[in-house]
């Protein structure tokens, strides 16, 4: 019997394993983060960031995001060469995981500043402020 390419891949079958397996790098995270917040779509445009990714790496990184489900990448139809990048819905489910780093840091850190328009939560709001985003997400990113 032949393994999935995932079978294949994965260190373990613990699930902090496999997540660090499909989003585990900085650049990833932070590739997941600009297509959250942001109207970054285009190569050209993810690579704008302040952390001034690098070309080889950046590919590299939208290559591993759409093959391991996260990101789907279509024809611009404005420009036929150039490739936009949109979340699928698992990648809009890491919205929640993406906004806790980010409070983390602020948290631990005082030199982290709140990065792009992320959204704030707290105990008493965060239900419906990440379900009014996750369904914003959806319709700027699934519905194109």
Not at 7 to 31: N, V
Not at 32 to 54: C, H, N, W
Request: proline share 2%.
């Amino acid at each position: 019997m032949k393994k999935n390419d995932e079978e294949l891949c994965r260190r373990s079958a613990c699930a902090i394993s496999m997540a660090l397996d499909a989003i585990g790098d900085k650049w990833s995270l932070l590739i997941l983060r600009d297509l959250m917040f942001t109207d970054k779509r285009s190569y050209g445009e993810l690579q704008s960031s302040d952390e001034k990714i690098a070309t080889n790496i950046l590919a590299a990184r939208l290559q591993s995001l759409e093959a391991n489900g996260l990101v789907r990448k279509t024809a611009d139809p404005e420009n036929g060469r150039r490739c936009l990048y949109y979340l699928t819905e698992k990648g809009i489910d890491l919205l929640p995981v993406v906004i806790e780093l980010r409070q983390w840091m602020e948290k631990h850190s005082p030199l982290a500043e709140g990065c792009t328009n992320a959204l704030k939560l707290n105990d008493k709001n965060r239900k419906e402020v990440l379900a009014a985003y996750k369904k914003k997400l959806k319709a700027a990113h699934l519905i194109k």
